[in-house]
């Protein structure tokens, strides 16, 4: 299996409401990040959360890590149209290689 | 803010030619990595370099492939005899030990 699995694999929402993505690994980890893509093009950091966080903020995210279920979440409120891309979460176990989960696609309608 | 740069931004190159795909990692970093993604596809791991050697590579990091960081700055990824299914955007990324890994905007490799 992956060490990275997002679900759902794919979200449509309305302009205004929030989004709510998951994460899920297998191995112990350092770091998870979370990336936003945009069709074609490169990724975009967008927050990472340590091993020892429960919780961070960023504007309008909220990253959630839980390491006893090995579990994130990824909380986008009051989505924009602007939001519509992929987000992948992203784990690793220090200096070693990131692991890139499947990723998320979601659609915000306006 | 420090970051990594890609260059160049896309490529196009025909079937059977070399690239060299070129990345200019944070100054202070110590650990540097390539990805590729292939279209519609996860970001995938190819290759791990530290102290001047290739640390950790994944299956899809053959022959055709080959790592370089020839003068203290730059960190190059050549591909030889390209192939169509080589065509993917390409990512490089660096680290400074237990810090986490900075990636640059990508290289987007197409093959004709």
């Known amino acids: 299996s992956q060490q990275g699995e997002e679900d759902p694999q794919a979200l449509s929402i309305q302009e205004g409401e929030n989004a709510t993505m998951n994460c899920s690994y297998k191995?112990?980890?350092?770091?998870l990040q979370w990336y936003r893509q945009n069709s074609g093009r490169g990724l975009v950091h967008l927050i990472l959360?340590?091993?020892?966080?429960r919780e961070k903020h960023s504007g309008r995210l909220r990253v959630t890590l839980d390491t006893s279920k090995k579990s994130s979440s990824l909380l986008i409120t009051a989505s924009r149209a602007a939001d519509t891309a992929s987000y992948f979460c992203?784990?690793?176990?220090?200096?070693?290689?990131?692991?890139f989960g499947t990723g998320t696609k979601l659609q915000v309608i306006p | 803010e420090p970051e990594v740069t890609q260059t160049p931004s896309h490529q196009v190159t025909q079937m059977g030619q070399e690239v060299i795909l070129r990345c200019v990692p944070i100054?202070?970093?110590?650990?540097f990595y390539w990805y590729r993604q292939i279209l519609g596809q996860k970001v995938e791991f190819l290759v791990s370099?530290?102290?001047?050697?290739?640390?950790?590579k994944s299956e899809i990091f053959d022959d055709q492939f080959s790592v370089e960081r020839p003068d203290g700055s730059n960190f190059t990824l050549k591909i030889r005899s390209t192939k169509l299914e080589d065509s993917a955007m390409y990512f490089c990324?660096?680290?400074?030990?237990?810090?986490?890994?900075?990636f640059g905007q990508g290289t987007r490799l197409t093959v004709v």
């Open positions: 191995t112990s980890i350092n770091n």
């Open positions: 370099f530290y102290n001047n050697e290739i640390s950790e």
């Open positions: 959360i340590r091993s020892n966080e």
């Open positions: 992203a784990t690793d176990a220090g200096y070693q290689k990131v692991t």
């Open positions: 990324a660096s680290g400074g030990g237990n810090t986490e890994a900075f």
């Open positions: 100054s202070n970093h110590l650990y």
